[in-house]
């Protein structure tokens, strides 16, 4: 029996596009859209960020540097949090009647600009009774850090945890943790996936 549902956020609850952001950097930057990502990933500066090893004013200081960028703090801010399409991929439906009969959690690879915006703006996310994001546990998917970190805060044990993102290395990891756990498609899918496994919602 399934005690306890945790979810992915980005492209499972919450749609997002980095290449909005990338848009509207590039012509800061003096370069093409293409061009942000591979600057970006010559970095470690988004997995520092993702684990909070990087707070959100020195991340922006430093990706300025590489992106050869002159902006304020609160400007980027604003820029970064563009990614975030407005409509959800799940129905709140969905989260409110699990969260009648199960412990709902949220598990993200995800930094605090983001989280702060996604939060402020999605208030589905107030149906969730606790989270394990990467930049508070200090590690991210899929590494074992994060979901021992979820399993303890599951408060079950890991056969009783149902997990779904939309990655499908994250959903492997999960697996090997001892959670009964499946990939994202969209919305029809995953109610499928839950109607298998009798968990009503």
């Known amino acids: 029996m399934f005690k306890t549902i945790l979810f992915d956020l980005g492209n499972v609850i919450v749609p997002f596009d980095f290449k909005l952001a990338y848009a509207r950097l590039a012509p800061l930057c003096g370069c093409e859209p293409a061009d942000i990502p591979i600057k970006i990933r ?3 500066l988004v997995t520092r960020f993702e684990t909070g090893r990087v707070g959100p004013e020195q991340f922006v200081e430093e990706l300025s540097a590489v992106l050869s960028l002159k902006i304020t703090f609160e400007e980027f801010r604003d820029l970064w949090t563009c990614i975030f399409l407005p ?17 709902l959690m949220l598990l993200s690879n995800t930094n605090p600009i983001h989280f702060e915006m996604v939060q402020a703006n ?28 979820a399993i303890q805060r599951a ?6 945890c149902f997990f779904t993102d939309d990655i499908a290395i994250n959903i492997e990891a999960a697996r090997k943790h001892g959670m009964d756990a499946v990939q994202f498609h969209n919305s029809a899918q995953l109610e499928e996936e839950l109607r298998a496994r009798k968990i009503k919602f």
């Open 87 to 103: 409509r959800p991929l799940i129905a709140e439906a969905l989260l409110e009647n699990l969260a009648r009969g199960y412990r």
């Open 122 to 149: 999605f208030p589905l996310l107030r149906h969730f009774h606790d989270r394990v994001l990467s930049y508070e546990a200090g590690a991210v998917k899929p590494s074992s850090k994060i979901f021992k970190a």
């Open 42 to 44: 010559s970095t470690d």
């Open 155 to 160: 408060r079950c044990k890991p056969e009783e």
